[in-house]
């Protein structure tokens, strides 16, 4: 019996169209067509593709690989490259080498087969600080991957875009629908923080990346939304968060046993792969137990949320007098409508809590979905295929082209959005 050795040609399906959500620290994406967003794998069993490349191989790899050993020869790791495209910086390790173009070639390479197996028309939304010259080569470099790319956006402007709607009040806000589950309860996913009016107003968006955290606020107009003003803070990234809580982590273990994790690489590196589900969990208030380990002695380190919020307090306080200054910056007439963050700035410890307490009664407070970004620059790759919306990179204003009355982009259904602040 003869084995036929041809493969069945991928067939791309047409009404489905992909979003890509690209930061300096991971790339997400969504498949949005007939039925709910399909979220994409894009490092083999993992959702997200970690930008984090290994240089002690043969050859480069970038990902899980990577990140898995950050802190055991950091020296053989190249991240947080995206904000240095253009700039005259080499990673090397060997015989291996890598610049920060040719490290984001290698995370879109990577990343080409999920992305093209059933569609052939891509967005890409992009982080606010990156300049024209850089959004340029990832867009170059994008093409060399043979990426179906239809078009940029700059995050901020992706997001609001997508429910601008709920803030003009043409739509319900999915977070004030009455919707249950099959179990007859409401979905995680709804936030009743502060009641939102409705009308043109302003919004502010705030998200973190192995870079920096960054803001911007976008005006929210009945035929556009606009940017207002942004900022980008690398003294608060989210990179130098955790290595807050590690450093608190390491002092504590110091005092339970005399033993120093930054001691053995192994020990930091094990640490160092469970603050992520650490912080996330935190976030929701629930305590969490860290288990130190290296060749010769162990150490589990019993946290609660309150014990991470505090490590972290000089730099809440740097981030809300930051996120103040941001917005008097931009001369509003009246205190934002609301404050989004991304998941990444939503998990830095105390930064929700401490953003509740200095904004104003009239501002609403959620964390987004994870696949929010992905499925809101989904959203516009219609829009850039029929010639709607322009080529070029949308970083400074997007016409709501759409006819009023329209239905709302689907709620992402996500199981982190609830906050400690205000319930």
Same mark, same amino acid.
């Given at each position: 019996m003869f084995w036929s050795r041809k493969q069945t040609p991928i067939v791309h399906d047409r009404s489905r169209v992909v979003g890509v959500d690209l930061t300096a620290t991971r790339a997400r994406a969504v498949s949005v067509g007939t039925g709910r967003p399909r979220t994409l794998y894009l490092d083999g069993p993992n959702e997200s593709l970690l930008l984090f490349a290994r240089l002690d191989q043969r050859t480069p790899d970038i990902g899980r690989t990577g990140y898995?050993? @950050?802190?055991?020869?950091?020296?053989?790791?190249?991240?947080?490259?995206?904000?240095?495209?253009?700039?005259?910086?080499?990673?090397? @390790?060997?015989?291996?080498?890598?610049?920060a173009e040719s490290a984001l070639q290698l995370a879109f390479d990577r990343v080409h087969a999920p992305l093209t197996h059933d569609s052939d028309a891509t967005g890409l939304a992009l982080p606010g600080y990156l300049s024209a010259a850089q959004v340029k080569k990832v867009v170059e470099i994008a093409g060399t991957a043979k990426l179906p790319l239809r078009g940029t956006v700059s995050m901020p402007l992706a997001i609001v875009a997508s429910r601008a709607d709920m803030v003009l009040g043409i739509t319900k806000a999915a977070d004030q629908e009455e919707e249950v589950d099959e179990n007859g309860s409401r979905p995680e996913w709804v936030v009743p923080l502060r009641p939102q009016d409705t009308g043109p107003g302003t919004v502010v968006v705030l998200d973190a990346d192995e870079f920096a955290l960054s803001g911007a606020v976008i005006g929210v107009e009945t035929q556009e939304v606009k940017l207002l003003a942004s900022a980008v803070w690398p003294r608060l990234s989210a990179r130098l968060w955790k290595e807050r809580v590690l450093d608190a982590l390491a002092d504590r273990c110091v005092r339970l046993c005399r033993r120093d994790p930054r001691d053995s690489a192994e020990a930091e590196q094990s640490l160092f792969e469970q603050l992520d589900d650490a912080l996330e969990r935190t976030r929701h208030g629930q305590p969490v137990s860290l288990a130190v380990r290296s060749a010769h002695w162990y150490q589990d380190v019993p946290q609660r949320a309150e014990d991470f919020d505090g490590y972290c307090t000089a730099l809440t306080t740097l981030a809300t007098d930051s996120l103040r200054e941001l917005i008097l910056s931009a001369s509003l007439p009246v205190p934002p409508r609301a404050v989004w963050l991304t998941p990444a700035a939503g998990r830095l410890p105390g930064l929700v809590d401490g953003i509740y307490k200095a904004s104003s009664e009239l501002t609403q407070l959620a964390v987004l979905s994870s696949n929010a970004v992905a499925e809101a620059v989904a959203a516009l790759v219609p829009l850039w295929t029929s010639g709607a919306l322009p080529k070029s990179h949308l970083d400074t204003t997007i016409p709501l082209t759409r006819v009023p009355g329209r239905e709302a982009p689907p709620a992402s259904p996500t199981h982190s959005p609830h906050m400690r602040a205000g319930s």
């Open positions: 898995g050993i @950050t802190r055991l020869v950091p020296h053989a790791i190249c991240s947080g490259f995206l904000p240095l495209l253009g700039a005259h910086r080499t990673w090397s @390790t060997g015989r291996n080498s890598l610049t």
